[in-house]
């Protein structure tokens, strides 16, 4: 009997006796640490981000285009488990040390096979990305640089954040100046200038690894 049939029929076991589906698939993961600035290049698996902070990057021929930064429960790797000869394809790199579930993709599709709504969740992990990337280049033609950088923080406080007061959240994360500037599609002297100003004005401190931003004062357009 194969691994993946041997976990399946845990999860049937398991199932008949009222436990968690879920925590029953995360069993049947092999799990592998990352350490930051590590690069993973999905292959036929299927990877949930369990701990930690991580950037996806959307390549489209010899164009590559940052999607994101993304936290725990992110799912990657279901564009190359269902797409045939896509001329997309995406890559992680790790902001910071991380936790990684993987799935072999023969075991996914066994899966998805017993459970059908398991693919619904895949599909709309897709989808979510895709309207991202969507509403990023709609961004780049109706924002300027100064609402994007205020949306992008937005985005991260709302990913990542934690309130530290009534008006405060702490985002987790360092960013460079060159990395703020590819996830706005923005130059990198432009954020500058607006990242200081920002600054200056009590909007965004960064202190020990971290953001501290005034939510009200970013969505002062």
């Known amino acids: 009997m194969t691994l993946a049939h041997e976990g399946l ?12 589906l879920w925590y029953l698939i995360q069993e049947l993961a092999e799990v592998r640490w990352y350490q930051a600035d590590s690069t993973i290049i999905p292959k036929k698996e299927l ?4 701990d930690g902070i991580v950037q996806l990057d959307l390549s489209f021929h010899d164009r590559r285009k940052p999607l994101s930064i993304f936290g725990k429960n992110t799912v990657f790797g279901e564009m190359e488990l ?3 000869d896509s001329e997309f394809s995406l890559s992680c790199r790790t902001i910071t040390p991380a936790i990684i579930l993987v799935w072999e993709a023969d ?7 017993i459970y059908p709504a398991l693919s619904f969740h895949l599909l709309n992990a897709l989808l979510n990305k895709m ?7 709609e961004a780049v033609t ?5 609402q994007r950088l205020r949306t ?6 709302n990913q990542l954040g934690t309130f530290k007061g009534p008006d405060c959240v702490e985002i987790p994360v360092s960013l460079t100046q060159n990395q703020l500037a590819e996830l706005t599609s ?3 002297a432009s954020i500058k200038r607006i990242y200081q100003t920002l600054k200056s004005q009590g909007t965004i401190k960064k202190k020990s690894g971290t953001y501290h931003v005034k939510i009200n004062q970013l969505l002062k357009f």
């Open 107 to 113: 075991l996914v599709y066994e899966l998805i096979r």
């Open 131 to 137: 309207r991202l990337l969507t509403s990023q280049a």
């Open 142 to 146: 109706q924002l300027d640089t100064n």
């Open 82 to 84: 269902f797409s045939l």
């Open 186 to 188: 923005s130059s990198q």
């Open 47 to 50: 990877y949930l981000v369990k």
């Open 152 to 157: 992008l923080f937005i985005y991260l406080a």
């Open 9 to 20: 029929s845990f999860i049937t076991r398991g199932v008949q006796h009222n436990l968690d």
